[in-house]
């Protein structure tokens, strides 16, 4: 089943709305472009697909698996099965290397990849788009075997599928995001240290900050609002004193 909103993320990616690095900085939603995970100068929308980061890598490994066994689960022929394993493989570790040979010895099946390979590419097919001729070749598949199940909604269900890697690639790319903007502002206010908030809050400023940064999420999300809604609370008193200070008053009126 396709998740609610990776529909809408497609068509976001697609035009070319997308809040990675490079559109956020054009924005001036971020002061740089870098990719959360490896850092990279320039995140555009194929860097977030194929980030070579090992925590990108071993994201994306059970994606394809999940895929490759959907693919025989739905009675795909074994060698489009192949194909698309192969090629998606080879183009996740290296989109503008070789192409990887096809193995098919089904002439319209090697004809059909051909297209596909050399006429849409593999970012266009994760996107949806899937060459009729492949389709084809499935329907014929189903037949051999006298399935009732139809090429057509075997394509629509693929292109689901590829859908939702897109997404979840976007999803963990938006956690490592997340997470490193809240370590810079954990680091920022630790920093601080007390300065005008009361003593009571000096216990959460003897943690570490190494110790801090490797607590869990939830934990850290807890210090950082806890500190931060402090801060806030002081500077709004500060604000309310001077502003109610006669001094105050008769200089404003000048």
Same mark, same amino acid.
């Given at each position: ?5 990776a ?14 690095g ?8 971020? *002061?740089? /472009?870098?990719c ?8 555009? =929308? *194929?860097?977030? #697909?194929? +980030? ?10 059970p994606? =394809? ?5 959907? *693919? ?15 090629? #998606? &493989?080879? @183009? ?5 290397? &070789? ?12 004809? /059909? $990849? ?11 097919? #994760? +996107? ?5 001729? #492949?389709?084809? +070749?499935?329907? /014929? ?13 075997? $394509? ?5 599928? +590829?859908?939702?890697? =897109?997404?979840?690639? @976007?999803?963990?790319?938006?956690? $490592? ?26 216990p ?5 900050l $190494?110790?801090?940064? &490797? ?10 609002? *806890? ?9 709004? &008193? ?17």
């Amino acid at each position: 089943m396709l998740l609610p909103d990776a529909e809408v993320h497609f068509q976001m990616a697609e035009s070319g709305d997308t809040a990675t690095g490079l559109v956020m900085k054009r924005r001036k939603q971020r *002061l740089h /472009a870098h990719c959360p995970i490896c850092g990279e100068d320039d995140e555009h =929308l *194929l860097h977030v #697909l194929i +980030c070579p980061d090992k925590t990108a890598v071993d994201f994306r490994k059970p994606l =394809l698996t999940e895929l490759e066994t959907w *693919l025989i689960d739905e009675d795909t022929h074994p060698d489009i099965t192949e194909y698309l394993m192969t090629g #998606l &493989t080879s @183009w996740f570790e290296d989109p503008f290397g &070789t192409e990887p040979a096809i193995q098919s010895t089904v002439s319209s099946i090697r004809q /059909a $990849a051909s297209l596909q390979s050399q006429e849409i590419g593999w970012y266009a097919f #994760l +996107c949806g788009f899937i060459v009729e001729p #492949l389709v084809t +070749c499935q329907q /014929a598949h189903y037949s051999s075997i006298q399935s009732r199940r139809r090429g057509e909604r075997w $394509a629509i269900r693929l292109i689901h599928r +590829c859908w939702k890697i =897109l997404h979840l690639i @976007w999803m963990h790319r938006n956690s $490592a995001l997340h997470e490193s903007e809240g370590h810079q502002n954990i680091t920022f206010e630790h920093s601080r240290g007390l300065d005008t908030l009361h003593r009571v809050y000096a216990p959460y400023f003897r943690i570490p900050l $190494a110790d801090l940064l &490797t607590r869990q999420i939830s934990y850290q999300k807890q210090w950082f609002l *806890l500190i931060r809604t402090a801060r806030e609370t002081v500077d709004l &008193t500060l604000t309310v004193a001077v502003i109610g200070n006669p001094s105050f008053r008769k200089f404003e009126s000048g």
